[in-house]
Nanobody, 126 residues
Framework: QVQLVESGGGAVQPGGSLTLSCTAS???????????WNWYRQALGRERELVAT???????NYATSVKGRFTISRDSAKNTVYLQMNSLIPEDTAVYLC?????????????????WGQGTQVTVSL
């Protein structure tokens, strides 16, 4: 059973920083597969929003609202993805969820798998 466990959330004042981590267990990252880590967030009363993406070959993408403030990184040896959040603002308050997308391509077909963490609360306020 693949499980993603998140940590690092908490309460911080505007302008502060937090680092989130998400560790996957029950999975071995294979060289012949493609892996994409994503961080989503969902604020109370709002729809889930894609915040940052880390794909193979060092490709990263960020939502406009966090570009320049957040940094996504991953350590495959530790099966872990991180989200470094700087210059936090109240609008960043949300439950943050990590997501792992896997894709294995063969000459016959393509296999896709999708895993989610449980979420960790980030609160930015005075």
């Amino acid at each position: 059973q693949v499980q993603l466990v998140e940590s690092g959330g908490g309460a911080v004042q505007p302008g502060g920083s937090l680092t989130l981590s998400c560790t996957a267990s029950g999975i071995i990252f294979r060289a012949n597969a493609e892996y994409t880590w994503n961080w989503y967030r969902q604020a109370l009363g709002r729809e889930r929003e894609l915040v940052a993406t880390s794909a193979d070959y060092g490709v990263t993408n960020y939502a406009t609202s966090v570009k320049g403030r957040f940094t996504i990184s991953r350590d495959s040896a530790k099966n872990t993805v991180y989200l470094q959040m700087n210059s936090l603002i109240p609008e960043d308050t949300a439950v943050y969820l990590c997501n792992l997308e896997t894709k294995l391509s063969t000459i016959e077909r393509q296999y896709k798998y999708d895993y989610w963490g449980q979420g960790t609360q980030v609160t930015v306020s005075l």
